[in-house]
Nanobody, 114 residues
Framework: VQLQASGGGLVQAGGSLRLSCAAS????????MGWYRQAPGKQRELVAA???????DYVDSVKGRFTISADNAKKIVYLQMNSLKPEDTGVYYC?????????WGQGTLVTVSS
């Protein structure tokens, strides 16, 4: 599975961005897709995930502000980010879990200015 992430950019605090992750290859075998982020000097963390059955999960810091969704026909997973805060700044990576394997897309930078 190959993943192509896009949609990052510079936004002021309180603003919104939508990230997209387009999947190609053996997408029928994906169990879960997620968005991770890595802030400067910090470890990569899982921000949001969606399973093949449509169940979603979020890290506490983004609940109520971020929404993960999937367009199965287009094989794209979105991360709608609203009410952005400076602490949301980081490189965002999409990830796919296929059985015991994990596939990563390239990162997309999100910068939230105060």
């Amino acid at each position: 599975v190959q993943l192509q992430a896009s949609g990052g950019g510079l936004v002021q605090a309180g603003g919104s961005l939508r990230l997209s992750c387009a999947a190609s290859g053996s997408t029928f075998s994906i169990n879960r897709m997620g968005w991770y982020r890595q802030a400067p000097g910090k470890q990569r963390e899982l921000v949001a995930a969606i399973t093949s059955g449509g169940s979603t999960d979020y890290v506490d810091s983004v609940k109520g502000r971020f929404t993960i969704s999937a367009d199965n026909a287009k094989k794209i997973v979105y991360l709608q980010m609203n009410s952005l805060k400076p602490e949301d700044t980081g490189v965002y990576y999409c990830n796919a879990i296929i059985g015991r394997f994990s596939s990563w897309g390239q990162g997309t930078l999100v910068t939230v200015s105060s």
